[in-house]
Each structure stands twice: as structure tokens, then as C-alpha cells.
């Protein structure tokens, strides 16, 4: 693309039109995207490791408190570097984590290996992957069932509540509709960089979001110009808004019973205040 491109750009875009074309398994684009998940001054990409390990000890306590002593088999969809899978399996649960990025999942293997545990790490896109086996526990941690269409997060949901052993659970952490509203009413903006997520080179990063009110959908546009060449890049991304009865029917259709929206969390806690809920439901024996 050319600069005349982004100057004489459709504004706003129709969800999902232009794709979520964000090359997360893109082999330079992964390495950098690792490097933002490893960054403990901010929750952009992966949480801050006290955050992290307090959300883990949530799970173990509060949502496996009645499955017992014996490891549980857990299921980590978009794992990214194993920093959620590792610390469940150090309290002695079966981990499989799953992702599309080979620089994260280079990183969650050895990990898993400087902590003495034993993960499973396979790179694959969770939303077509075909896995074998039963879990106790499904668990995707940061909003990502947002980013897909809503028949295609339904689909999800029912995929992976069939791999769910009998009383087994499901835990989505999910956006709050004002998180998703506000996400596409942010105001544009841009900045310079010598190298950043999107390009290791010096360019320019510009930032447009649209809130559609018809389909409550919010999409990002990240505009990417070359500082030699001049030459733009565009990336999209849309994500869908729910209501909370939305996201209990979602699960309910899927066969899940017991579903609750969990915003209230332990006094402690501070991973109450990210903006999302926790979406957890069970499946029947």
C-alpha cells in the first residue's frame, strides 16, 4: 500500500471486512510479540507475573476447590508463552496449551522445562485444531473469544464443551460490553518508533478504532508506515460485544449447566479491575 492509500482510506470499515489479519504466527512478528508478553510493566499482551500467578491461584482454589487431589487434565487455548500453563502445572495438574505463535511456544517449552514440569505445547490455530482426549478444565485467559465472529465463538464454545470430561469446566475470561464499546470509541493516534510489535524497522504507528452500534462490534485498524519507503501496512481486527445474558446463553446452548458471570472476585484480588469477567460453566455428568 501507498501513502494515498491510508489518505483515501474507507472510514468507518464494515466489520470484519478487512480482515483480522494480524501475522501472529509469522515467525518476526512472533519474536516481538513475545517480547511485549515478557514485559512486566504493562498487561497489554500477557498479564504482569504477580497478576498472573494470583488469577492461577484463583482457578485452583476457587474453581477446582471440589475436584479433589489428583491432577486435573487442563486445556490452555491461546496459551501464548506458557506463563498460565506452567504455573497450573507446578501445582501438579496435566497441561496442554495451545497456540498459534512458534516463538511463544519455543518460550512456554522451555519454561516448562526450567521449572521441572512436564507441558504439552502445540502450535495450531485453536479455532480448527483437532485434539483427542478429555479435560477437567478448559481455560482461555484474555478476551480472545471477542475477536470472533459470534457464530464463530459459539462454534468454539461448543467444540471445546465436548471435550470436557463429565462435571468438567469452562473458563473464558471475556470483555465487559463497556470494555468493547469503549475499545471502539478510543480516540485515533499515533507515534514514532525505531522498532515496535509491527515492524522491526523505524516507521510510523497509527491507531483508528470504530464502534459499529448496529451490530455492537468494535474494529482497530493499525496503520504501519515504512520510515525509508514510505510504504503502508494495514492491520484489522473486530471485536464483538456481549451482553451478560448473551454470554450465559452461549454456554447454556453449548450444554454447559451451572453458568455464572463472575465480576465479584476475593477482597484480595486486583484482577477484577481488567475490565473483563470470568464466563464459567460445567458440564453435566
Known sequence: MKLIDFINRNSPPEPWA??????????GFSERMLKEHLDPEHDAASRRPSLITEQVTWLHNEILADKGTEPLRILDLGCGPGLYAV???KLG???TGIDISPASLE????LADENGVKCEFLQADF?????????DLVVQIF????VFR??????IVRKYTSMLAPNGRMVLEVDRPETTRERG??????????????????HLYLEESFWNDEQRIATTRYWVIDGHTAEVTRYAQSFASYEPDEYRAMLTSAGLTDVELISEYPEESTFGDLQRWMLVGRKQS
Open 93 to 95: 495438574h496435566e497441561v
Open 107 to 110: 518460550y512456554a517449552r522451555k
Open 127 to 135: 479455532w480448527v485444531a483437532e485434539l483427542d482426549g478429555t479435560y
Open 185 to 202: 470509541n478510543s480516540t485515533p493516534g499515533w507515534r514514532s518508533r525505531e522498532s515496535g510489535l509491527f515492524s522491526n524497522k523505524p
Open 150 to 155: 459470534r457464530a464463530h465463538a459459539a462454534a
Open 87 to 89: 504455573r497450573l502445572a
Open 143 to 146: 478476551g480472545e473469544l471477542n
Open 18 to 27: 478487512e480482515g483480522d489479519n494480524i501475522p501472529w504466527d509469522e515467525p
